[in-house]
């Protein structure tokens, strides 16, 4: 297994201690060199080797940040030291821009070479392990999402968007979503596009009968690439932490996965399972579900948030690495994301 990535997984599991000189250097290089945002995407953005890892601020962790020469370095628990450095957002997530009675923020967000793009905030969802649910439930108005997404773009080098929303309660508003895929997709052809959605026909999440229509559909319309997360394969344990999520059904997310890498192609579509919420079999078991389909597996740690208790070792992250790459490789596909500064909140 890769150093970096041994290292990575204790940070993921650990946090990182911020020394005083660390501090220093950052507050002289940014204001929010540490973001506070939903719990997958809070902490300290640091690239050594080959990997990017979002880290929380913890003083007992046995990793430090702290400077060697003028340069920040990650020491270990023994004293060895790896050159890091840190990336820190671009301006305009100080969040002093107002859009329509909003901070930007609302609107969009930038994580190494990618925007987000909040169509929906809040969630219809109730899942025990997500703090989307805190937010209100509203949509963002296109003309607030359009004008934020331009200050984002100009503000960083910008690879690729992700539009991301909750889950809609009904399907009028699952048509309104599908009318703000397509306003971005074809305002903005030259940015590859992905979509984070559970498994959804036109008005109905559980309509598999339209499945391979609407997955046709956003193709047509631009859509680069799927993310279609499945979370916990452990029927149980997705029944309890994530009920709506149970009862759209594994069968009907396997099915609009198999039917989105038929039609978007091989290394479009991934699927996130998180590490620490189940046993360590049955998600390799899920993992195994997704490879045999196409799919590139993902694999979030887990982050500890409400009902979602507990601290996974890194030891558990490392051996869900190890497992889960000799299952894609059996099945020749690949872990996602297959974007390496996307694996920032990944394994």
Known sequence: MDRNFIVKAHLLSEGIKISKDAKKMLDKKSEIWLMDDYITCSGVTLVFGNQYATVGSDENSNF???????????VD???????TDVITPPEYMKDEIVI??????????????????QLLSGCSNTCKFCNAREFKYEFNCLEGLDEALKIALSQSN????????????????LRKL???????????????IDLMTPPRGFESY?????????????KDIGIYGLSVNIELNNPELL?????????????????????????????????????????????????????????NPVLSPLFPYGEATGNPSAEL???????????????????????????????
């Open 64 to 74: 430090e940040l702290d400077t060697m020469d003028g340069k920040l370095v990650i």
């Open 77 to 83: 628990g023994e004293g060895r030291r790896i050159l």
């Open 100 to 117: 329509q009675g909003k901070t930007i923020t609302c609107y969009v967000n930038t994580y190494t070479d990618r925007v987000r793009i």
């Open 158 to 173: 910008i690879r690729h968007a992700l539009l991301s929303s909750g889950n809609a309660k009904n399907g009028q508003d």
């Open 178 to 192: 599908t009318e703000m895929y397509k306003f971005f997709c074809q305002k903005y052809v030259n940015l590859p």
């Open 206 to 218: 559980t309509a598999s009968n339209e499945y391979e229509k609407y997955l046709y559909y956003l």
């Open 239 to 295: 029944a309890y932490y994530c009920p709506e999520k149970a009862a759209i059904g594994q069968e009907n997310y396997l099915k609009f996965i198999e039917l989105a890498v038929k039609i978007f192609g091989q290394d479009k579509v991934r699927s996130l399972l998180i590490v620490g919420l189940e046993p360590l079999e049955e998600t390799l078991k899920g993992v195994e579900k997704l490879a045999k389909i196409g799919c």
């Open 317 to 347: 992250f490392i051996e869900a690495k190890a497992n889960s790459e000799e299952i894609c490789e059996r099945y020749g596909v690949k872990m996602g994301p297959l974007c390496v500064p996307c694996s920032h909140n990944t394994l």
